[in-house]
């Protein structure tokens, strides 16, 4: 009977004891889950586009003189060129098609020079997997190209390689993707020289390096409330300690976040596209 008679007397709080450590991890877990899926740059349609290799070659200025050599395209000088190897990947969890009642639903896919100077396909395109569908033709002005693309399954990709006969931009990348089809769903294609894990590693980075801020600078107010402030007592030690503690608390997060960014972005990469 006394058995029973506490075990009725119990508060709701004690009751639920066992029960906070699950609730926690759970709590835990999901916002964790949560905060990965906003930062996330690889949504459930996405189209990377990535710049592999970036060459550029000109005359130098002492060839002008010569005037059995020089840098022509259609029958015009160019100043510069650029040859770029780029693959497209479809970097999300769904197939990207077109739209309507086709039995290929193919879509256009734009390539253009940022800055307006002509491209020009070199070589043939190599598919992966084989079966890919897919056709380019010249855009329609000099400074695009267009691939007609069928079928993309997650993971399957185009290499090509592509000419710029013209002075560089200035603008972070020579290359510009748009989807002409305008495929519900899908983003602005993302034209990128990294590739897909590090597109994730580079959005983890920022906000991964304000929690190791907030974490190591709660590191070290524990560490100086542990040595009751010993290192105030004076005032060189207390200079001392204030010229140090943001640079060490610069150092520590940014290492911190740099390795934590890094794994997770493995994490994410694995469980996207696998």
């Known amino acids: 009977m006394t058995t029973v008679a506490e075990s009725t007397s119990r508060s709701p709080l004690e009751r639920l004891k066992p029960w906070v450590a699950p609730i926690s991890l759970g709590a835990l877990l999901t916002g964790l889950w949560t905060v990965v899926q906003f930062f996330n740059p690889i949504k459930e349609l996405d189209l990377t586009v990535w710049i592999q290799e970036d060459i550029a070659f000109s005359l130098p200025k002492e060839a002008t003189t010569l005037k059995k050599l020089a ?141 190791a801020i907030v974490l190591v600078l709660a590191w070290f107010g524990w560490a100086l409330h542990k040595e009751r402030w010993q290192s105030f007592r004076s005032v060189g030690s207390a200079i001392g300690s204030i010229i140090l503690l943001p640079f060490a608390a610069a150092f520590a997060s940014a290492a911190l976040a740099a390795g934590a960014s890094w794994g997770l972005a493995w994490v994410v990469y694995f469980v996207a596209l696998h």
């Open 71 to 211: 840098l022509v395209y259609d029958g015009q000088p160019v100043e510069q060129a650029s040859l770029f190897r780029v693959s497209i990947l479809n970097s999300g969890k769904a197939p990207i098609q077109g739209v309507g009642d086709g039995p290929t639903k193919r879509w256009l896919l734009t390539l253009r020079s940022t800055n307006g100077v002509p491209i020009e396909q070199v070589g043939e395109l190599t598919r992966t997997p084989s079966t890919v569908e897919i056709t380019s033709q010249p855009g329609p002005t000099p400074d695009s190209l267009q691939l007609s693309i069928g079928l993309l399954n997650p993971t399957d990709s185009i290499d090509l390689r592509i000419a710029l006969l013209g002075p560089r931009a200035q603008s972070r990348f020579p290359l510009d993707a748009e989807d002409t089809t305008r495929i519900p769903g899908l983003r602005k294609p993302e034209v990128t020289t990294s590739n897909v894990r590090e597109r994730i590693q580079n959005a983890f980075i920022a906000p991964l390096w304000i929690v």
